[in-house]
Every structure is written in structure tokens, then in C-alpha cells.
């Protein structure tokens, strides 16, 4: 608030630390800046293994509905039911958590419409300042009754909105198009490690071993299968998958080689297992079951580890998206922009023979992420909240 009422944050979000994925990642690299009487988080906590130790002088981080209602099981009740049961419990466990914890500010993630709609309706009957975190697009990316939900949840929360955070600037560009007057900025996803400090690059093995890191979904798939049709054709060349994503679906998909792997990590083990990689794989879908709007305007999550590993990016992306621009002009990735299985055996010839071409990429990359300092995303965050 504008007066010197101590902050408190509500934090409304489908995923939630300490489960995988990246929206829950996002979140819990910027809550793990305020105490626990600067936020509460809610959310759904998911039966999969968690990847944070969350300690208790972080933010309480409540479960206000089961991992179930999202599920496959769940989502054969989920259509149109999720108006008329789901919904109204989210509303009322999440403003009685809301009665107790008093915030001065409510923040929504999306992406899942459920939790949109009810923090919103929380936001209103509280009177507090709502404010809209979009780490992907909703009505421009959904089909079936929830274009019929979005066509009216979308206008209408972002007119009750204070202001609109969204994971990348190409979102700006595109919310700020469709909406023109839009109070809308990037929160982009924060890191706190330390940036590494004159990091060495080492030869690549001979065949080299690759990681790739994150969820597997249509955001990343056709991209991720050309890119692993030539692994796989690399004599001995391995690849190691960290990631919630089932072994079986990997299989299925065609993407899990005899020599390869998949493992989920740590938080804390992360950084390591990305150093003991020659090449990171960043892979971004060019055809999927997405909109054209969701491929143009994603940045992965995995991004910024990526940046900060020190170990160079082979990034398989097409030529019209937010993140190939990105990549390009911080020339902190070997950028495939072609849909072209040769093309991606040639970049990694590159980065297997240049040292000097591998070297100017990782320091290219640890400057580009300067900008995702936590320190910086959270003043940004704070200082936008105080103007409400």
C-alpha cells in the first residue's frame, strides 16, 4: 500500500514449491526472499517428488486442494464441474486463509484458470489490490469450454488488476497489443546463486554428454525429438534427462535412448549436474497443439540455469520467437533456427571443435543473466506492489 502498512503477500498459484515444475520454481525462488509474515503461498500440492528442502523460515506454503481434481482421474469431472465445485471450495478455503493471514496484496499466478478466477474473486471480496502474475497465455492458448471461460475471465481480471506481471517481454508486447492500456510489466524468473567466477570450459568429451533439463510438453517436443534423433545416431554419445516428466511418457514420446537416462534433482544438487555436462539442450517447440501466440512468447523456466551453468547452449528454436531473439542478441547460445536434423549436427560439430566459440558463449551467458538477479526481480516486484 502507499502508507507504511508492513507488507503481506497472499500468493495464489496453482503449483506450488516444493514441487517441480516451472511455475512452482519461479515461486519459490521469489518467496524464498520474503519471511513468513511478508506471504503466505496457496496452491495445489502435487503427490510427485519434491525438489526443494523448504525451510521453515521461509514463506507457509498451504495446500488448499489435491493433486487429484488435476489429474487424469480428476479431469474426467473437470470441464464444466470446476464452476460449480471446484471453484467455490478454492474460493472459500483460500479467503478464510485470507481472514487469518490479513495481506495487504493479493497476487494470482496463471496458469490454471481455477486458481485465477478464485483469487480474483478473493482479491474483490477483501477489498485488496489484485495483482496478475501470467507465466503463460490463456485465452490466446486454450480450446473447448475454456475458450468460452477464458473469452470472459481474461478481460475481466485484467480490468480489475492493478498491474499485470508476465514471465517475458514478449508477453509484454503481445498483452499490451491486445490490451491496449494494459498496466503490464516482466517479472522474469529470478535466480540467488552466486554467478560463477572465471569458469572454465572444458574440452567436450568424445562423443560428449548432453542435458537436458525441465518439463516435457508441446512447448519443447518436436524441437526436442529432431534434436534427440541425432544424439541417438552419436556413437556413444549420452544424454541425461532431469525432470519430473513419467520415464514412461519419455519412452513413449521416442525420446529415451538405451545409453540415457532421467532422474528428477534437487534444487540443491542442480547446478552440479548441469556442470557435469558438455552441451545443455534448450529446445522450443516450432508446431505443437499450442497457439502460435504461446510458441512466440514462451520463455522457459530452464533458461536462466542454463545461463549460469557454464557450460555452452545448444538452443533448437524457430526464427520468429521471443526466445531466439534473446539468444541472439546476447549471443549466449549456438541458435538452430531450422527445423533441420543435419543443421542441429552441425552446431554440435561446432561446439565440440571451437573452444573459443564455447568460451565467448558462457561468458555471453553469465552477463545476459545478470538481469534475472534475484535482488532485482524482487525490488521490482516490491517497488510495483507499494504504488497500489
Known sequence: MKSQEPMRILVVSWSVPPNSGGSATVIANLCKQF????????????????????????????????????????????????????????????WRLAVRFKPTHILVVYPDWRFLLAGALVAKWTGRPLFLYFHNTFKENVKGYEQVIARILQPAVFRAAQHVFVMSEGMVDLFRKNYPGLRCSALVHAFSAPLPQGVDVPTPRSPPDFVFLGSVNDSCLDALQRMMRVIHNIPRARLKFLTGT???????????GERDSCDSVMDSELMQKLADADVVLLPHGFIGSYAPEEYQTIFPTKTIEYLICGRPILAHTPPDCFLTRFLREHECALVVDEANEQAILRGITLLQNDAALRRRLVQNALRAAQQFRVSVVVRTLREQLQTA
Open 35 to 94: 519471511t513468513r509474515d511478508e506471504m503466505l503461498v496457496v496452491g495445489e500440492l502435487s503427490a510427485t517428488p519434491a525438489v526443494w528442502r523448504w525451510q521453515p523460515e521461509w514463506p507457509r506454503v498451504v495446500s488448499v486442494c489435491h493433486s487429484w481434481w488435476s489429474g487424469w482421474r480428476g479431469r474426467r469431472f473437470y470441464g464444466w464441474s470446476a464452476l460449480l465445485v471446484q471453484v467455490p471450495l478454492l474460493v472459500w478455503r483460500i
Open 246 to 256: 513419467p520415464r514412461s511418457v519419455l519412452t513413449r514420446q521416442g525420446l529415451l
